[in-house]
Structure formats: structure tokens, C-alpha cells
């Protein structure tokens, strides 16, 4: 902390996986209570001593960056956590077509982030591929509160390629998997919200 040595803070996301930060600063101790704040740096200042004061930006400055990028970190940790942990209640495969592919898996909420009520846990998550995740952000295809998907009727009005046919028409009328553990259930409610939208949308395009 005295000499502002960087270090790497590893973050457990789930059990087995971490998030690698660099570099990080020990800002204000607190003895009393064995405390200590983290602050996460810009690695552009990390390798010189005195750091940002040897690149002639202020104490000031230099704090607000600071500030900025752990806010961003903290962010990237939270979104990948919840990526993670929906992942594994679905056993790392796509809840729509059970696809298995690392690279092409993630984790969509039910309510938005952004929303009240959208917060990044296992009960507002479900796990799509990259092709699902589109179409469920996209209002194409809806979770009905009783786990069964629904597409939106004016696709099956569409011709296109194979992977309309199974990626998407196929897709209706079946039911995404439960996870195990009852506690990482989506929750019925959050299905029933969203899929209120999906139908308000659906008959507006309609008229």
C-alpha cells in the first residue's frame, strides 16, 4: 500500500473459475476494523514507479480514473458471474436447443439489467445460445410462465433457410429444461411480465 505496488486480484466468479484483474492498488487501510480498499488501474501506469506522478497527471485525475475503471471491473465481474452461475443450473448447454458449444453459450436475464427487478441472479437468468439469445432479447420468441416456448406467429409466415425452419419454428410449442436445484427455477412471475410484453408486441404487429 505505502509503495503503490500493483498486483493481480483473482476474483472467484464460480467455484473452480476466476477473473483476473491487473493492476490493482491497496487504497485506504483501515487497521482497526483489518480492512483495506482495492482500486483497479490502468496497466498504461503500472510498470513505473510513482506511477501516474512520474507521467505528470495529478493526484486528482489519477484518482478519477481509478474510480472509473474498478467501477467497470466490478461490472465485468458481476456480468460474468451471472453467466457462469446460469450456466451451470442448465448444465452449460443452450435451454432452447441444448446446444453444447462454449463459445456460443450465455446468459440472457428475463428482466432486463436495467429494469427494476433486473438484477443478475440465477431466478432472472436463463441460458440461451447466441441465436436464441437474439431472438428472446428481440421479442422473436417468448417463455411462457409455464416453461414452454412460443414463437412469434408472423415467423411462421416467413421462408427462409434450414435454420429458420429448426433454429426458430421449431423451436415452438417446446419446453426449456428446469434446472435442477428448485432454487435456480426462473421465476414465474418475471416469465409472466415478460411474456405479457412478447404479446403486446405480437398484436401490434398484427393490426
Not at 45 to 52: R, V
Not at 53 to 59: L, V
Not at 97 to 105: G, K, Y
Not at 168 to 196: C, Q, S, V, W
Request: glycine share 8%.
Amino acid at each position: 500500500m505505502r509503495k503503490r505496488t500493483p498486483l493481480i486480484c483473482f476474483h472467484r466468479i464460480v467455484p473452480g473459475k476466476y477473473l483476473a484483474a491487473w493492476p490493482v492498488l491497496i487504497g485506504e487501510a483501515d487497521p482497526s476494523r483489518h480492512t483495506f480498499s482495492v482500486e483497479v488501474d490502468d496497466a498504461h501506469f503500472a510498470g513505473w514507479p510513482g506511477g501516474s506522478q512520474k507521467a505528470g497527471i495529478s493526484d486528482g485525475v489519477a484518482q478519477a480514473r481509478r474510480s472509473y475503471i474498478t467501477t467497470i471491473v466490478r461490472q465485468r465481474i458481476h456480468q460474468r458471474s451471472f453467466r457462469e452461475r446460469v450456466l451451470r443450473a442448465y448444465s452449460e448447454r443452450c435451454a432452447f436447443c441444448r446446444l453444447r458449444h462454449e463459445e456460443l453459450r450465455g446468459a440472457a436475464h428475463i428482466i432486463p439489467d436495467g429494469e427494476p427487478d433486473g438484477e443478475p441472479v440465477v431466478k432472472n437468468g436463463v441460458a440461451p445460445c447466441k441465436l436464441h439469445h437474439a431472438a428472446f432479447d428481440g421479442q422473436v420468441l417468448a417463455i411462457r410462465p409455464d416453461y414452454v416456448i412460443e414463437v412469434r406467429r408472423d415467423i411462421f409466415g416467413e421462408e427462409d433457410d434450414p435454420m429458420l425452419l429448426h433454429g426458430l419454428k421449431g423451436m415452438h410449442e417446446t419446453h426449456i429444461p428446469a434446472p435442477r436445484f428448485a432454487r435456480d427455477h426462473p421465476n414465474r412471475e418475471f416469465l409472466e411480465r415478460r411474456y405479457a410484453q412478447f404479446r403486446t408486441l405480437e398484436v401490434a404487429m398484427r393490426r
